[in-house]
Structure formats: structure tokens, C-alpha cells
């Protein structure tokens, strides 16, 4: 409906997990550790841990050439194909590489799979189909015959609204980038966040559409308005470390978040910084760790720049960075 009722920053679905299903050390694979160093990786955690890939998806081909794939985790409904493609291979025509309005238009005006009510996805919608654990990073069972490189979300770029973002960046809306329409949701939710300070300096907060609990103040700041303390710096390790080692707000199962997870707090309404500054007061402008390993370059693990943009990057391991803990409620 165009309103921060309907169509609120973050994601109004249950979260999906990454599909990063190895652990790594500082530079290679290696066998999930049962505690001490590494613990707390990507793949230690979440619904991938429970069950099989293929379980994650459901293609449907009883539209002939028009397919339509459901996520079984969050619920959206996706065309099947690329737009531009058809068939039940998405084999027949050409991707189209157009505009950001072109594209809203087109999802607008899509009949596909007997369905009317398409629209180009938002980037939290677009992220929860990224898949980290493999190249190309898109499950190529469920959508076959998807073309390398960047999808339009919805979603303008805050801090210059000639841009829009797609897959975790961002490019000026005249740029010609592919598209994937969905359909379902999002849905009105109740209040994003709840910021809760009942145990003193120690503050959480519950994120009403995902489930998890956050640590109310980055790591190494305390007090209600995180105003004690100065903010700590990680390696990678120390960062799973820490977290698997937090006592916060009488809890001790915190973890480091993953990409997913930490992208999910974004706020791509604002910027300076791009988050809820009332749930996550005092957010020191840098980028934030996840526990998501970087699979083409595994020195390096996934980042976000919370504060500024929202944007991710990559960062190697050995530098420092700051971390804020999650755990599941």
C-alpha cells in the first residue's frame, strides 16, 4: 500500500537461513567444532541444521511454461523464472536487463502462474533467496536458468533516492538489472521492535516479525542508552567467541547472527545510521560481523555497515570489527 503500515523496513516474514551448510577456519574448510575455536558459525545454527535443502522449496510446473516456486520458510510465492524467460526449464526467450521503474511496472502488470498480483520483491524479500552456501548464489533446482548478475528489489537507497538496492548493494535506478517478481505479503505487523530494559544496563530487544532477541547495545556498551562503555572491536574468532561466551540480560545463548539474520535490522527507510535508532541506540558507525563465511575467498566472512547505509561487504577475518550477539527465543 506505499506506507510504513504495510510496508515496513525489515522483513514481515520468518526469516530464512543461508544455506551455508560447511564450517571454515581463518582460511578452509573444516569440520564444525563441538565448542572452543570456531564455534558458532553460519552452519551451526538454524533451520539448515534441521533439515535437507530440498526441503526448502516448492516448484510448481502445473501452469504450463509459467512456473511458480513457493518458499516452504518464509511463505512468498516467486516467479519461476527470471522476467523475460518462460517455460518449465525458464529456457524459452531472454532475461531482461531493464530500469528500476520498468521493472516495477512489469512485476505490476504480471499474469503469471494464475496469479495477477505480482510486484517487484523489497531487498529483505530479494535477500531471503540468496543462497551463501553455493555458486550461483540462488538454489538452481528451484530456479533454473537464472542469469549472473545483480535483481532489482523494490527498495530506493536512502541516502540517495536516485539509487535503489538489490542484492545487499546498491545502483542507480537508470542502470539496466534483472528481475524476479513475487507475490504474498508483506503483511501489517504489530511494532518492529520492542526494546526492553527490565534487567538494569543490560537492555534486549525483541524483533516482533523474525522472533530473535537482540543485544540491546553493541558489544562492549552497557546501560539503558548504551551510553557506558566503549564499544570492543573483533577478529572473526574472537566475535564467535565473544558471543558464545556473553551473559546478557541473564541469558547465556547468545551467538554471533548471520548474514541474513544481521541484514534483517537494517532500517532501508533511514540512513545515518540505516537502523531503528529508539530499539538500537548509540550505534557506532562501522560495520558489523555476522557468522557468515565469504565462500569464494574463506579468509574473508560477510559484514554489514548497520550504521551508514545497510550495505554488505567483505572483510578478512583478522580485522576488527564490531559485533552485536543474537540469540534464537
Same mark, same amino acid.
Given at each position: 500500500c506505499g506506507t /510504513?503500515?504495510?510496508?515496513?523496513?525489515?522483513? =514481515? &516474514?520468518?526469516?530464512?537461513?543461508?544455506?551455508?551448510?560447511?564450517?571454515?577456519?581463518? $582460511?578452509?574448510?573444516?569440520? %564444525?567444532?563441538a565448542s572452543g575455536s570456531y564455534y558458532g558459525q553460519d552452519a551451526q545454527y538454524g533451520w539448515d541444521v534441521?533439515?535437507?535443502e530440498t526441503e526448502r522449496f516448492t516448484r510448481d510446473l502445473s501452469m504450463s511454461t509459467k512456473p511458480v516456486v513457493t518458499d516452504n520458510v518464509t511463505g512468498l510465492m516467486w516467479q519461476g523464472c527470471a522476467y523475460?524467460?518462460?517455460?518449465?526449464? %525458464? @529456457?524459452?526467450?531472454?532475461?531482461?536487463?531493464?530500469?528500476?521503474?520498468?521493472?516495477?511496472?512489469?512485476?505490476?502488470?504480471l499474469t503469471w502462474g494464475g496469479y495477477t498480483d505480482w510486484r517487484l520483491p523489497d531487498q529483505y524479500e530479494l535477500m531471503s533467496i540468496v543462497d551463501f552456501g553455493y555458486s550461483?548464489?540462488?538454489?538452481? *533446482?528451484?530456479?533454473?536458468? *537464472?542469469?549472473?548478475?545483480? &535483481?532489482?528489489?523494490?527498495?530506493?537507497?536512502?541516502?540517495? /533516492?536516485?539509487?535503489?538496492?538489490?542484492?545487499?548493494?546498491? @545502483?542507480s535506478k537508470t542502470d539496466s538489472v534483472y528481475a524476479r517478481c513475487v507475490r504474498s505479503g508483506p503483511k501489517p505487523r504489530a511494532a518492529h521492535f520492542t526494546r526492553d530494559t527490565s534487567v538494569e544496563d543490560y537492555p534486549v530487544v525483541v524483533d516482533n516479525a523474525t522472533g530473535l532477541e537482540w543485544q540491546?547495545?553493541?558489544?562492549?556498551?552497557?546501560?539503558? =542508552?548504551?551510553?557506558d562503555g566503549d564499544v570492543s572491536e573483533f577478529t572473526w574468532a574472537d566475535a564467535l567467541a565473544h558471543c558464545e561466551g556473553l551473559s546478557?540480560?541473564?541469558?547465556?545463548?547468545?551467538?554471533?547472527?548471520? /548474514?541474513?539474520?544481521?541484514?534483517?535490522?537494517?532500517?532501508?527507510?533511514?540512513?545515518?545510521?540505516?537502523?531503528?535508532? $529508539?530499539? &538500537?541506540?548509540? $550505534?557506532?558507525?562501522?560495520?558489523f560481523w555476522s557468522s557468515s563465511t565469504y565462500l569464494y575467498?574463506?579468509?574473508?566472512?560477510?559484514?554489514?555497515?548497520?550504521?551508514?547505509? @545497510?550495505?554488505?561487504s567483505l572483510y578478512p577475518k583478522t580485522w576488527f570489527v564490531y559485533v552485536r550477539c543474537v540469540r534464537d527465543m
Amino acid at each position: 500500500c506505499g506506507t /510504513v503500515d504495510c510496508n515496513p523496513p525489515g522483513p =514481515s &516474514f520468518t526469516l530464512a537461513d543461508t544455506n551455508q551448510r560447511l564450517c571454515y577456519a581463518s $582460511t578452509s574448510a573444516m569440520t %564444525c567444532p563441538a565448542s572452543g575455536s570456531y564455534y558458532g558459525q553460519d552452519a551451526q545454527y538454524g533451520w539448515d541444521v534441521t533439515h535437507d535443502e530440498t526441503e526448502r522449496f516448492t516448484r510448481d510446473l502445473s501452469m504450463s511454461t509459467k512456473p511458480v516456486v513457493t518458499d516452504n520458510v518464509t511463505g512468498l510465492m516467486w516467479q519461476g523464472c527470471a522476467y523475460g524467460l518462460t517455460g518449465d526449464s %525458464c @529456457g524459452t526467450g531472454s532475461a531482461t536487463a531493464a530500469e528500476w521503474d520498468t521493472h516495477l511496472a512489469n512485476c505490476d502488470a504480471l499474469t503469471w502462474g494464475g496469479y495477477t498480483d505480482w510486484r517487484l520483491p523489497d531487498q529483505y524479500e530479494l535477500m531471503s533467496i540468496v543462497d551463501f552456501g553455493y555458486s550461483p548464489s540462488i538454489d538452481t *533446482t528451484a530456479f533454473p536458468g *537464472t542469469p549472473s548478475g545483480d &535483481f532489482w528489489s523494490s527498495s530506493s537507497y536512502a541516502y540517495d /533516492v536516485t539509487g535503489a538496492w538489490s542484492m545487499g548493494s546498491y @545502483g542507480s535506478k537508470t542502470d539496466s538489472v534483472y528481475a524476479r517478481c513475487v507475490r504474498s505479503g508483506p503483511k501489517p505487523r504489530a511494532a518492529h521492535f520492542t526494546r526492553d530494559t527490565s534487567v538494569e544496563d543490560y537492555p534486549v530487544v525483541v524483533d516482533n516479525a523474525t522472533g530473535l532477541e537482540w543485544q540491546g547495545c553493541a558489544s562492549g556498551l552497557t546501560g539503558n =542508552s548504551c551510553a557506558d562503555g566503549d564499544v570492543s572491536e573483533f577478529t572473526w574468532a574472537d566475535a564467535l567467541a565473544h558471543c558464545e561466551g556473553l551473559s546478557w540480560a541473564g541469558h547465556d545463548d547468545w551467538r554471533l547472527p548471520n /548474514v541474513k539474520e544481521l541484514h534483517s535490522i537494517v532500517d532501508d527507510h533511514v540512513h545515518s545510521p540505516a537502523i531503528n535508532a $529508539t530499539a &538500537f541506540p548509540a $550505534t557506532p558507525s562501522y560495520y558489523f560481523w555476522s557468522s557468515s563465511t565469504y565462500l569464494y575467498g574463506t579468509s574473508n566472512a560477510w559484514t554489514v555497515n548497520i550504521s551508514i547505509s @545497510g550495505s554488505m561487504s567483505l572483510y578478512p577475518k583478522t580485522w576488527f570489527v564490531y559485533v552485536r550477539c543474537v540469540r534464537d527465543m
